[in-house]
């Protein structure tokens, strides 16, 4: 499976890192090992000292496909759920600096977190899905689909021109504002609307 990424999805999120908001997707991949494993323990990675929670929706890939089209883009995710794209934002900011890839700040081991996942057609509106993250208790981030630049449907057609979509892989569609740092001790729990559907706790 592949873990499949957009970065600067969401308007307030762009501006709040000091990027232009792109006028196409934004597309990088964290590999199989960055995914967290049920009931394995997240520890905080001994390379950075600002590592960021992105918390996002995450969509189900359920069908072959290459050169989707838009209008069939539906066909090809069955599920949705939110996860976190934990991002080692010191490392990413010299990378940045640098024109050097991202991997070393977004694709190591336990990068990707992914929450229980809902079927697609349990989803009223897709295009208004609202979803929140807490740390400690406490809501840092809400978001919800009608707020995305590239909506689900432009992000699998733009996606699979250049990369086959195979069942299973997965798409983390882009953080809304209110990134931020997370330390060891912090417990950190996803929302699609009112539903708990990740808790993870920072070791
Ligand atoms: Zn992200």
């Known amino acids: ?5 957009v970065g600067r999805n969401y308007i307030d999120h ?3 890192l000091g990027n232009d908001v792109p006028d196409e997707p934004v597309i990088f991949m964290k590999p199989k090992s960055a995914l967290i494993q049920p009931n394995s323990p997240f520890y905080y990675p001994e390379f950075t000292n600002e590592l960021h929670y992105e918390c996002e ?5 359920c069908k ?3 050169y989707i089209q838009q209008r069939h883009a539906p066909n090809y995710y069955n599920a949705i759920t939110v996860g976190i794209d934990f991002t080692a934002r010191d490392i990413q900011q ?3 600096k640098k024109g050097l890839p991202w991997e070393k700040a977004k694709a190591f081991d336990n990068s990707a977190m992914i929450g229980k996942f809902v ?7 897709k295009k208004n899905i609202g979803f929140s993250f807490t740390k400690n208790g406490e809501e840092v981030q809400v978001g919800n689909s009608k707020d995305m630049i590239f909506s689900f449907d432009v992000l699998v057609a733009h996606i699979s021109n250049y990369f086959s979509l195979n069942i299973g892989d997965v798409i983390f569609t882009g953080t809304p504002a209110g990134v931020g740092e997370c330390s060891v001790g912090d417990e950190l729990e996803g929302f699609l609307g009112p539903d708990s559907l990740f808790k993870l706790e920072v070791k």
Not at 1 to 5: G, N, P, Q, V
Not at 119 to 125: G, K, R
Request: aromatic share 0%; hydrophobic share 45%; proline share 0%.
């Open 1 to 5: 499976m592949k873990i499949i990424c």
């Open 14 to 16: 762009a501006k709040e």
């Open 57 to 61: 929706l995450v969509l189900r890939i």
């Open 64 to 66: 072959n496909g290459r």
């Open 94 to 96: 010299e990378l940045k």
């Open 119 to 125: 079927e697609m057609t349990s989803i009223a509106d």
